[in-house]
């Protein structure tokens, strides 16, 4: 997950992202274009009148404007991911706060599924030995 925090400048969310998802996707495209199966984007807009990081306590964290799911083949697709990143980074400097946007990287795992009473296992949990 791709995580990113737009600067003073930006001039907000929708115009944020509409900035930057064809940078992202020029980028992957370039570098990254055979190691990605799926991609989607959350677009945090603050609702008006409304101060949620103040409610849920977290009035001086920052705001993620923009999360990105990048749905990768595999481990050795980090690489690839880290190149397109960059990439990204180094065209939007003047858009993005840089000192707070991040790159996560995890495995999806099945935990519990009630509606198909499947429990939870530890045998089938995903492990990352090498990393």
Do not use: C
């Not at 003073?8 to 992957?28: D, M, N, T, V």
């Not at 055979?34 to 849920?56: C, H, K, R, T």
């Not at 980090?78 to 065209?91: C, D, F, G, I």
Request: no cysteine; glycine share 10%; charged share 20%.
């Amino acid at each position: 997950m791709l995580w990113l925090s737009g600067s003073s400048e930006s001039g907000g969310e929708a115009q944020l992202e509409r900035s930057l998802s064809p940078k992202l996707f020029a980028a992957l495209e370039a570098h990254a274009a055979s190691e990605i199966w799926g991609l989607s984007v959350n677009i945090g807009i603050q609702p008006e009148g409304m101060d949620l990081a103040a409610y849920f306590g977290g009035s001086s964290m920052p705001t993620f404007h923009l999360v990105y799911k990048i749905l990768l083949r595999g481990r050795a697709s980090v690489t690839a991911v880290r190149k397109a990143q960059k990439v990204l980074y180094e065209s939007t400097q003047d858009e993005l706060d840089q000192s707070k946007s991040f790159v996560v990287f995890g495995i999806e795992g099945l935990i519990n599924d009630i509606g198909t009473n499947t429990r939870f296992d530890p045998r089938r949990q995903p492990k990352m030995l090498d990393l």
